[in-house]
């Protein structure tokens, strides 16, 4: 994925439901600085120059994260999904990344199948919790 992927990855993301974007982190500006930060982990699939699909990823030295995986659904059950995840793992794995987290809305049933398909396990013992620093809008698909 590049900075000039951004419109059509955006528009990829607004078509999936279940999404949860913001107007700051997932700017074109967020989006770059994050792009910045991991060149190697982020990824489209693109198909007759259509991007049907994109994942965001990345690490801090210690644990990789996914965010934002998304395939357009005029194009799912084809493994867009499963081959972004696995790009975006084995970059990972190339950084010396040995375990990585996402996060899935509860109420994205689709979204939770997928990744309890390809052996991503959701963990009962925690509480995900965050602080917005600034005025944040929420995008919901």
Not at 27 to 42: A, K, M, Q
Not at 50 to 73: F, M, Q, S
Not at 117 to 128: E, P, W
Request: charged residues 20%.
């Amino acid at each position: 994925m590049t900075p000039d992927d951004y419109d059509a990855v955006h528009a990829c993301w607004m078509a999936c439901a279940g999404m949860g974007l913001n107007t700051i982190d997932d700017s074109r500006e967020g989006i770059i600085r994050y792009l910045e930060r991991n060149p190697n982990t982020c990824f489209v699939d693109e198909q007759e120059g259509t991007i049907t699909g994109a994942i965001l990823a990345g690490h801090d030295g210690r644990r990789g994260y996914i965010y934002h995986t998304a395939v357009n659904p005029a194009y799912r059950r084809q493994g867009i999904g499963t081959a972004l995840v696995n790009a975006a793992l084995h970059a990972l794995a190339n950084e010396g990344i040995i375990k990585v987290a996402l996060v899935a809305f509860s109420r994205n049933d689709a979204g939770n199948a997928f990744w309890e398909s390809l052996g991503f396990t959701a963990r009962g013992d925690l509480t995900y919790r965050n602080k917005a620093l600034c005025a944040i809008t929420r995008i919901d698909t």
